[in-house]
């Protein structure tokens, strides 16, 4: 430690004085003044540094350094002389220089303290964690990243061997070596997964003085490639879905521009992917408008619209669904089902229904519900129906069991043992009924018809009152002369089996009309038998609900035990036009309103509407049963093709009769 003793507390000697205090090395024992007022001295008193007004009696052993500031060369000569032996004295020349050169030092700390903080700023900022050693492999740097991603504090880092930080490290190694290793994979202590880069550090003279590195967390980039991965796997696992399906699917984006189709797309409409792919979605339209742009417009499924697509200008259904991502339209997705081919599985599935018709449940005439003389006398008909091999016609409003009647007759007779087919005679087209009744030859392939695969049992035509002319005509041969002939074919095929026959209609009033044959009318009324409306026998209404009842609580899972007093009242005040029919869907649709612990249907289960009874002045002319059934089903009819805006098949559909019924009963009633 060396004593300075300075002369002179002016500005020099104050600046001197300050920078003076801040060296280690250097202690200022005393300054000197005859100035008690100058801003060396008030500096140094403030400070508890020794002040004087005389430098004589400060002169000893114990002053290295005497700096003289005062400007008088009278008092540096004085100083020369008196000094110690072991004291310098510098005059203020140099002491000027002395303290220029310590401001410019002081500087230059802080600018390179103010550029080492910038760095250490960088380098604690950036992601990637540095860690550098020096030749002995101990640890000299050591970021915030590093901190973080090895969990070792900083200053526990600072000053250990590297191994300590991280045990698998392999810095010395490369300081030995002098090598470079780049992205490398390492799993740390803490679990954490990284990639690190190692370099040697290399001095101007090509010295190793030790080594860094640099590494990353890819943790989350592991975690990232993942997650890639699994999207990458499903989007090529749904492609691989869409390319296998039979149904021919496309996707368009959210302008209408195609983006994906599959392979079936390409069989129905003849379109290759160029043809297709960044093009319009009404590029593959050959009649129609496009229902992709449709569902874009409006971001809502369009189902079942009939088309005409691709080259060949194929029939095809189509379904369009708009494709919602987060709330934001991306696109539309369109399944095209080709015509041809769903006709074709159409046909099979009459085939299945054919076979499942053989395989229905036997019904008997025991179960027939009700106690009335006009049910027993019915019953008593068809018992002497069953025993003798006669054509039967079943007589009888919608819904009052003919269908019932016509299998027990079947059941109780001899045939019993064989088919029981069912036809609606209403449900097809002429030409596809006459090819399900008789079969057909065509392009070298044939096939059989109902009548034989009914062979020696009972086929039923229901409602045989919609046939056209046409087929009543064949079927009077088969009636007459017990033989069928294949359409398309020419040979007469024998063919021994009953008809039942049943219809709603009048009969004998299609025939004044000249739509229903009279020769196959009464070849038909061998033995005609009368199916009371449920009207005519409300005293077995409390029978065929109980009967009822039991079958519906086997199809619900319900324990219902019947009806209270209201309720059964009500279901006796009505007239029933739809019969035993309209009866179990009554029941049925009060059954789902009931609670679980719920065990009586009770009259406010009931629906109200089904049950509504229209008031009428008793001065209203009351017409026959025929004539006021004829004026509710034309009204029926204007009413459900004014809904449908005139549209005939929309209005058959709703309707759930054939066209070909539609346009009959249209020409009937005089709405065309």
């Not at 002389?81 to 220029?100: D, H, K």
């Not at 792919?277 to 009649?287: C, M, Q, V």
């Not at 209203?620 to 005139?646: C, F, Y």
Request: charged share 25%.
């Amino acid at each position: 430690m060396q004593n300075i003793l300075i002369v002179g507390a002016g500005n020099g000697g104050y600046a001197l004085l300050k920078l003076m205090e801040q060296a280690d090395y250097l202690q200022v024992t005393a300054i000197v003044d005859i100035n008690e007022e100058a801003p060396g001295m008030i500096y140094a008193k403030e400070h508890h540094i020794s002040t004087y007004s005389d430098w004589k009696p400060l002169l000893s052993g114990n002053i290295q350094i005497i700096i003289d500031v005062t400007g008088n060369r009278e008092v540096f000569q004085e100083l020369l002389v008196n000094r110690p032996a072991t004291a310098v004295v510098i005059p203020g020349e140099i002491a000027n220089l002395i303290v220029t050169l310590l401001e410019e030092k002081d500087d230059y700390i802080q600018i390179i303290d103010r550029k080492k903080m910038m760095q250490e700023l960088i380098f604690n900022s950036i992601e990637e964690g540095m860690i550098g050693i020096d030749d002995q492999g101990i640890v000299n740097f050591f970021n915030k990243s590093a901190e973080k991603m090895t969990k070792m504090p900083r200053e526990k880092a600072i000053g250990k061997h590297v191994h300590e930080v991280i045990g698998l490290s392999e810095l010395p190694r490369i300081f030995e070596t002098g090598s470079v290793e780049l992205n490398k994979e390492l799993t740390l202590e803490s679990g954490t997964k990284i990639v690190t880069s190692r370099y040697p550090m290399i001095n101007e003279e090509g010295k190793r003085v030790g080594a860094f590195a640099v590494f990353k967390d890819i943790t989350e980039v592991l975690r990232l490639a993942e997650e890639i991965t699994n999207l990458t796997e499903i989007q090529k696992m749904l492609e691989a879905i869409i390319y296998s399906s039979d149904d021919a699917i496309s996707v368009v984006d959210e302008e209408g521009k195609g983006i994906l189709i599959n392979p079936a797309y390409t069989r129905i409409t003849g379109f290759s992917e160029e043809e297709v792919i960044g093009r319009p979605a009404t590029a593959d339209i050959s009649e129609g408008e496009s229902i992709h742009l449709k569902v874009l417009q409006t971001k809502k499924p369009i189902r079942g619209v009939n088309l005409r697509v691709g080259k060949q200008k194929k029939e095809v259904i189509v379904n369009v669904a708009p494709i919602i991502v987060n709330s934001e339209l991306k696109g539309s997705v369109g399944v095209i089902h080709d015509m041809t081919e769903m006709r074709g599985l159409m046909k099979e599935l009459d085939r299945a229904k054919t076979l499942i018709r053989t395989l229905e449940l036997s019904y008997s005439l025991k179960d027939i519900s009700g106690k009335s003389k006009q049910i027993n006398f019915a019953i008593d008909q068809a018992r002497l129906a069953a025993s003798v091999p006669v054509t039967v016609l079943l007589r009888g409003e919608v819904g009052s069991g003919k269908d019932l009647f016509a299998h027990a007759i079947h059941s109780e007779s001899s045939r019993a043992p064989h088919p029981f087919i069912r036809v609606n005679c209403s449900a097809l087209e002429e030409h596809l009924l006459e090819k399900e009744l008789f079969g057909f030859e065509e392009n070298g392939l044939s096939q059989a018809g109902l009548f034989e695969n009914a062979e020696h049992g009972t086929i039923f035509l229901d409602e045989v009152g919609e046939l056209t002319k046409k087929t009543q005509a064949k079927l009077l041969r088969v009636l007459r002369e017990n033989i069928i002939i294949r359409v398309g074919g020419s040979s007469s095929i024998p063919v021994d089996v009953r008809v039942i026959a049943a219809s709603s209609l009048n009969l004998e009033k299609a025939m004044r009309e000249g739509t229903f044959r009279e020769d196959f009318y009464f070849q038909l009324n061998r033995m005609p038998i009368h199916i009371p409306a449920l009207s005519e026998r409300k005293e077995d209404i409390p029978i065929i609900a109980e009967h009822l009842l039991v079958k519906l609580n086997q199809e619900f899972g319900r324990n219902v035990e019947g009806f209270t007093e209201e309720a059964m009242d009500s279901l006796l005040a009505y007239d029933w036009p739809g019969n035993v029919r309209e009866l179990e869907n009554i029941i049925s649709r009060s059954m789902i309103f009931l609670q679980p612990n719920d065990r009586f249907v009770e009259e406010q289960h009931l629906p109200k509407s089904m049950l509504a009874i229209e008031n009428k002045d008793d001065d209203e002319p009351i017409g026959t049963l025929a004539e006021q059934m004829d004026e509710m089903e034309k009204k029926v009819l204007a009413r459900a093709l004014k809904a449908s805006g005139g549209n005939k098949s929309q209005t058959a559909k709703k309707l759930q009769i054939s066209l070909r019924t539609l346009y009959y009963k249209l020409e009937k009633y005089q709405l065309v």
